[in-house]
C-alpha cells in the first residue's frame, strides 16, 4: 500500500523561504511520476511542479524561478524547495504520485494519472 506523508509546511514572511518533504513508502516500481499540488478553499486544485522517473522536471508558471522540485537519493523523498514566496504561496500542499511498472514512452506517458495522494501539510504567507 503506497503511502505519502507530507512535511514542512508552517507560516513564513513574504519573500521568506520553506522546504517541503514528501515521504513515500510502499512501493517500488521502475517508472514514476511525482509532484506536487495545492489548494486553496474554494478553488481547485493547482499543480505546482513535478518530477518523473526520467528526470524531466515541469512547473506552474507562477512559481517557476522560485520554487524547485527534488527527490532524496532513495527516490523515495521529494521535496519542494519553496524561495521568494509570496501571500499567494498560501495553501495546503500536497504530494501525489503515480507509479507503472511500464517504462516512460509510448505505453506510459508520465504525470497524467496520479493514483496516491497524501494528507497535505498547510503552507501560510503573511505580508
Known amino acids: 500500500q503506497v503511502q505519502l506523508v507530507e512535511s514542512g509546511g508552517g507560516s513564513v514572511q513574504s519573500g521568506g523561504s520553506l522546504r517541503l518533504s514528501c515521504a513515500g513508502s510502499?512501493?517500488?516500481?521502475?517508472?514514476?511520476?511525482t509532484g506536487w499540488f495545492r489548494q486553496v478553499p474554494g478553488k481547485e486544485r493547482e499543480g505546482v511542479a513535478s518530477i518523473d522517473s526520467d528526470g524531466r522536471v515541469n512547473y506552474a508558471d507562477s512559481v517557476r524561478g522560485r520554487f524547485t522540485i527534488s527527490q532524496g537519493n532513495t527516490k523515495n523523498t521529494l521535496y519542494l524547495e519553496m524561495n521568494s514566496v509570496k501571500p499567494e504561496d498560501t495553501a495546503m500542499y500536497y504530494c501525489?504520485?503515480?507509479?507503472?511498472?511500464?517504462?516512460?514512452?509510448?505505453?506510459?506517458?508520465?504525470?497524467?494519472?496520479?493514483?496516491?495522494w497524501g494528507q497535505g501539510t498547510q503552507v501560510t504567507v503573511s505580508s
Open positions: 510502499g512501493y517500488t516500481y521502475s517508472s514514476y511520476c
Open positions: 501525489a504520485a503515480e507509479l507503472s511498472d511500464t517504462p516512460i514512452g509510448q505505453y506510459y506517458v508520465p504525470c497524467e494519472g496520479y493514483h496516491s
